[in-house]
């Protein structure tokens, strides 16, 4: 019976579910290519856990869905339902992310554990999981965040985020309603929540469902003529379509990031000579040094637009009193940061500052042969003036002084890196700062 039906598999997009004699689900699984999938199963050598499992397969079946990301969904809701042996044993399910909608008004959306679930029983609108795959689940998240923004923090800020800066959070925190913690009849946030329940609840044509509703708003608001309204729903819908191609080629709404680094690109072409081809991922950089005694450094990174925490890092720097400035700080840590090329190299780096704090990272670029290979500018602060280094010969040659305008996209994608970097500096030193304090 096996293998007739391991011959009759689609080569698409799917999930796949092992039964064992009993008729009971033992393994669920998602493919992006269903036959080459589960055909692996029964070729070649596995670990003890996997030789098990396929020893107890005696039928299975499969569900096509048009995309990996309808598979990575139907998985999870699949998995919840059923709780099948060989998922809960092969992994803790307890260390299961799942995707959290909380009670309580502006919505919160983000990742928590089968435990943290637990705490926040009475607190929860509505939760979806578990992903086997912890890097499924923070991409499907990226994936919804980027068609319809929302509320991550988990304390409300009194003004715009990083998030609200970067077009992924509509700035709940900063709008007034009737009555705090309460939604109004038309309220747009209440209704975004109600699209990502639907978007995440992998049930039956819900992108369909989305799309026809979408396709009906922007034709309402063609027809009065509100055009802008009109485009940013057709955004979306472009968005909602491309999931069922797959959830790798989503595009950002509203001013794509493609669109802003193509730009940036464009900017270092023409005033530092140098074509980074493409910039997926920058790393921004900063000093806090406010006392005589204790200097640190920080070092952030975005990855397609978007700030990735594991990849920061902070820097301890001890020099005497003469040499504790900023740019000798920018130096050391671009020093020390460069000697670990197993963290993969930036296409851009952003420092804080202006031509000294450029001029010192472009010197820690030199030493280690990487003009030309990694592009270079600084962004001072007040001003917001980006400070780009002309390179000739591998030696800075002149500054081209950029003054965009604040609705920019480059310069606020930049103004959201040095920010980030600035206040993950300023965390680390209040950190040395209290660890001081407590040693005398």
Not at 88 to 104: E, R, T
Not at 328 to 346: A, D, F, M, T
Request: glycine residues 4%; charged residues 25%; proline residues 4%.
């Amino acid at each position: 019976m096996i293998k007739d039906k391991l011959k009759s598999l689609p080569k698409k997009p799917g999930v796949y579910i092992y039964r064992n004699a009993s008729g009971n689900i033992i393994y669920i699984g998602k493919a992006l290519v269903l036959k080459n999938r589960v055909n692996s199963y029964f070729h070649g050598k596995h670990d003890a856990k996997t030789t098990e499992l396929v020893a107890n397969i005696v039928d299975l079946e499969w569900i096509v869905v048009n995309s990996e990301f309808e598979a990575l969904l139907l998985e999870a809701r699949l998995i919840k339902q059923h709780e099948p042996k060989y998922n809960i044993i092969q992994k803790d399910s307890k260390s299961y992310l799942y995707i959290v909608i909380g009670k309580d008004y502006p919505n919160r959306v983000f990742l928590a554990r089968w435990t943290e679930l637990n705490e926040l029983n009475k607190n929860l609108l509505d939760w979806y999981g578990p992903f086997p795959s912890s890097t499924d689940a923070k991409r499907i998240l990226k994936i919804v965040r980027r068609i319809f923004p929302f509320r991550s923090c988990k304390t409300l800020s009194k003004s715009p985020c990083l998030y609200h800066h970067l077009h992924l959070c509509p700035g709940v925190c900063t709008v007034e309603t009737p009555r705090r913690g309460v939604s109004t009849k038309n309220d747009t946030y209440a209704e975004t929540i109600v699209q990502i329940c639907k978007l995440l609840s992998s049930k039956t044509n819900a992108l369909k469902s989305l799309i026809k509703s979408f396709e009906k708003e922007m034709k309402s608001f063609a027809k009065a003529t509100d055009f802008e309204k009109a485009q940013a729903i057709k955004n979306q819908i472009d968005s909602l379509r491309s999931l069922t191609e797959g959830w790798r080629t989503v595009p950002t709404e509203k001013k794509d990031f493609s669109e802003t680094v193509q730009e940036l690109r464009k900017i270092l072409v023409k005033y530092q000579g140098y074509d980074p081809i493409t910039i997926n991922k920058i790393e921004g950089y900063d000093v806090s040094n406010l006392g005589n005694d204790i200097i640190v450094g920080s070092m952030v990174a975005f990855v397609q637009g978007e700030a990735d925490s594991s990849l920061y890092r902070k820097f301890n720097l001890k020099f005497n009193q003469v040499e504790q400035d900023d740019p000798q700080g920018i130096k050391n840590i671009l020093r020390r940061r460069l000697n670990h090329p197993e963290w993969v190299y930036p296409q851009l780096i952003s420092v804080d500052g202006g031509k000294a704090q450029v001029s010192a990272a472009f010197s820690a670029l030199k030493e280690k042969g990487l003009i030309g290979q990694i592009a270079l500018l600084g962004i001072a602060k007040e001003e917001e003036i980006i400070v780009i280094p002309e390179i000739q010969n591998e030696n800075i040659s002149g500054w081209k002084l950029l003054r965009l305008s604040r609705r920019n996209p480059e310069l606020q994608l930049l103004q959201a890196i040095r920010d980030e970097a600035h206040r993950f500096a300023q965390r680390y030193y209040k950190e040395k700062h209290k660890q001081k304090l407590t040693n005398f």
